[in-house]
Structures are given as C-alpha cells and as structure tokens.
C-alpha cells in the first residue's frame, strides 16, 4: 500500500507536539495495531504475520507466513514445499502478501482502537518519567468532564482521573474550574502509568499548609502528625525548631489569617472543614491531652505500655471531646498512636480514680523547655577548639584561641616622651626671687622668773632697700603676666601643632631656648621715659 509521506510525516509531528510521543514510538504502535488488525482479520490470534511501514519509500506491506514443511498438519501455519513452489525448501518460512485497503472495516476500526490504546499506554509512560518526581506534591489542573463517579483533570498533555472518593466531602466541581490535586502515587502497571489523585487525604492539608505558611516551607515549623476526616475536622501537630518561635501560634496567625486561608481551599461544602493546630511535644501525657482540644482537660492517667490513655474532662467538656458522630476522639486516638477512654471529673472523683493533674503535667513541661533553653544557651557560647570552616588553610586556630604575648612599641615610647614634654612646657616657668637676707634672731637666753627678759633684734635692711626691692616685685610681675601670656599661647600652638601633626621632638636645646627667652623679655620690657616722642611730630604737622 503506498501513502502520502509528507502528509505521513505531518500527522508524526503533530502527535509528537501534541502528546510528547516521539515518532519512533508512534510507528512502533502503527505497526503493532495493523499486526493485531491482521491477525484478527485472519481469524486467529496465533496466525503469523509481518507488517512492514517504510516511510522512505511510502509503502505499508502485510504478510501472512507459513512455515515450509513436507506433511502439513496445520494449513493456517504451515505450506506444503510443492505448493510453495521453486525455490523453497523444508525449513524456510513463505510469504503471502495481503492489501491493507482489502482489509475489513471492523478490522480497520479495531486498528484504530488499538492504536489509540497504544498512544494512550505511551503517554502514561511519559506521565510515569514526569510525574514519579512529584509524588507527595501538588499539582493544578482543569476539570474537563464531570460523572456520578468522580471529575476528569486535564493536567497539560493528559488528563487523570478523580474518583468521588478522593474529593472532600460534599464538594462540587463545574467544566473549567481550576483545582489543586496530591499526587498520592504513580503506579507503572500493567496498564500503564497510573497517577493516582486526591483531595481528602492529609497529604493534601500538609501540601496545602505548606504551600501558605512560610515558616512550614522553610523548616523553622514541622508538621509531626495529622490526623484527617475531609470535609468534617482535621487536626495537625506541629513543632518549632527555634525556641523563640511559637509553632501552633504562628501557624494560625493574627485572628486566624494564616489558617482561613488553608480552610477556604478545603472544599466548597455549607460546613467548612476545621483545623485544630496542636504543638506537638514529647511529653505524653500533655501530648494528647492536648489532642483533644477544644474540650478542657483536667487530668490524666497514661499507660505506656499498653499505649492507652484515661483522660479526665470538664463535665461540660465532655461532648466537645468526643465531637459530632466521635470524630474529635477518633482524630485523637489517629493522631496520637493511643487509645483514649474519657471520663468526666465528676465521675473520677465520685470514683476515685488517681491522675495527674493538667498543672503538674504543664510544671514538669515548663521545667523540660527551661532546660532546652539553658542549654541551647550554653552550645552558644562553646567554641570547639578543632573547628574546620571551609575555604580556611589547615592547622588555621580560631582567634578565641590564640595567646599575644606583651610587645613594647616604639610608637608608644614616643608617645609618652612627647607627652612628657608637654607638661614641661606647659609648667609655668616661675622665676625665683632671690631670698633676702636676713640675720638670725640670736636667741635670748632663758631667764628666771626674777629676771627681766631683755631681747635685742638687729638688722641691715634698710627703708631704701625695702622700697627698692618693692620697685623691682612689681616690674618682674609685669614681666611674669606677659611672659606667663605668650607661654600659653605657644602651648595653644604647640598642642595643635602635635594633635595635627603627630608626636615630634623639639629642635632646640635648654640653653637654646633660655637665651631666647631672655632676649624676648629684653624686647618686652620698653621704657617709656627712654622714648623720645618729639622726633614723631614731624609725621603730624600740618603743611
């Protein structure tokens, strides 16, 4: 039979593009379809035949073989060598060539289905390679055809489909809605790839809280356990890997914004599903007591061993602790791993029964977290000495470890001199006066109480002298005030010189500087009487 090969090889394409199946995939499912069609054709499963597509050439063939042989037991099978012909011996195998366009139209209708069977299973195999990475995710698809039974999902190149239970509760989809999907699993059957869907398991409520709380996708808050009936109430345990975060606080969010959002993606009933979020902890008892939430529990009494538990509520708590139909106690018992008996506290004590309390529960609680808190604060402030940070030379020893030994620095030596010789300068230089002499008061001798005591004090200073040297007092104080006034400012000076400049050391030498100092306070004491002015008033005369 010959074809058209470029409207052949268009058609390839467009199933390629279409469904992601590779050319060769779609002529090995021609060839085997035409094969089964044949043989049906035939009128037996177990006919040998062969079909033969080469696009090259353009041509379809078909053959029916018999095997050659002397005594013919089987005609469908086998052909006798003398009707074969020249040419043929016992062993070979004789061709028969067959019409495809002879072929029945039942048979050709059933190379259809089966080629169509044939894309189907290939696609499945594509969607197994795609979709066997994303088990335990969600994905998004579009409802395309809906029945009593459940929903198709068109999720690209395929659909899947969503039996009714694996939908939540009494939720309804209408053609085009777009919905969230758990890949629960992806079998590769006999059948081909099956992913199976749904929205009513935990799975999907950890997805989903994941997917809207962040600090569930980044790690700082993991879910330990959920418990499920979808539609109706579901509840999660969730522990914080930082002490300073407070998980089932941060996963409902201010006035609850945080966990609305997850409730309004879990189904479209008239009753919304409720989450209760629980902090999961190791301690047990306080652990499923707080299972049972919203029923206030007074005490408890648990069995390790047998893995059960007797809870002791509030008398008007009792209802809230078993829940509609008893699906609060039955999440309870699922998401704990105990079985739990509830008592009222009226009936416990009228009985009774012993218990520890919620308050010793929540005491030994409090003294477990002050102790994970004191200790995370001590790994804190410990630094291993053999730490290895990567990207770091080995043998490199963290800074905390090293020990500096005492260096002298000559910076600081020179520091200090300059600062020595600022509090020289800047000690007023005061000139001493020479002390005046005067002559010892001789002592009078001790006389007796009869005696008359006579002392005698003489001394070689005169009025003029006294005047004389009051006259030179007051001239070197003069002398020290302007003197004391340039010191300061050559020490304003100095000091802005070293605080800009840095620490330098004077040029001059003692004596230098003593005779500089002597011929300023030549140049500053000016006798005004010496000062002949009337040689100046020639300047002022008018012409």
Sequence with gaps: MAINVKEFNEALEQIEVAKGISRETVLEALTEAMTKGFKKDLGADDAMVEVNIDIDKGIIEMFQLKNVVEDVQDDLLEIDVKEAGKG?????????????????KAIVLSIKSVLRQKFAEAEKEILFEQFKDK???????????????GAYVNIGRTSIYLQRKNMIRDEKFNVGDSIKLFVEDVDNGNKGAQIVVTRASEGFLKALMSEEIHDIYDGTIVIKAAAREAGERSKVAVYSNDLNVDPAGTCIGPNGSRIQ????QLGDGTNKEKIDIIAYTENTPLY????LKPARVVGIKVDEENKSALVIVKDDSFSLAIGRKGVNARLAVKLTGYSIDIKKESEALESGLEFDSIEEINALELEAKAIKVAQAQRESLVYPSDISLPGLPEGYVAPQAR???EETNDFDSALEEVAEQEEAIATPVVNKVKEE????????PVATPKEEVKAEVKTTTTLEDLEKSLADSEKKSDKKVRKNKKQNKEEEEEKVVINNEGPRMSI?????LKAMEEEEEEEDVVDDDDIDYDEYDQYYDED
């Design 135 to 149: 088990i335990g995710t969600l994905i998004t698809g579009r409802v395309e055809q809906i029945d009593e039974r």
């Design 261 to 264: 959002k997850v409730v309004a």
């Design 403 to 405: 020990k500096y030994e």
């Design 437 to 444: 002499k005067v002559e010892e008061v001789k002592e009078a």
């Design 508 to 512: 001059y030498t003692e004596e230098e």
């Design 288 to 291: 499923i007591m707080e299972s």
């Design 88 to 104: 043929y011996k016992v062993g070979d195998v004789y061709k028969i060539p067959a019409s495809v366009e002879k072929l029945r």
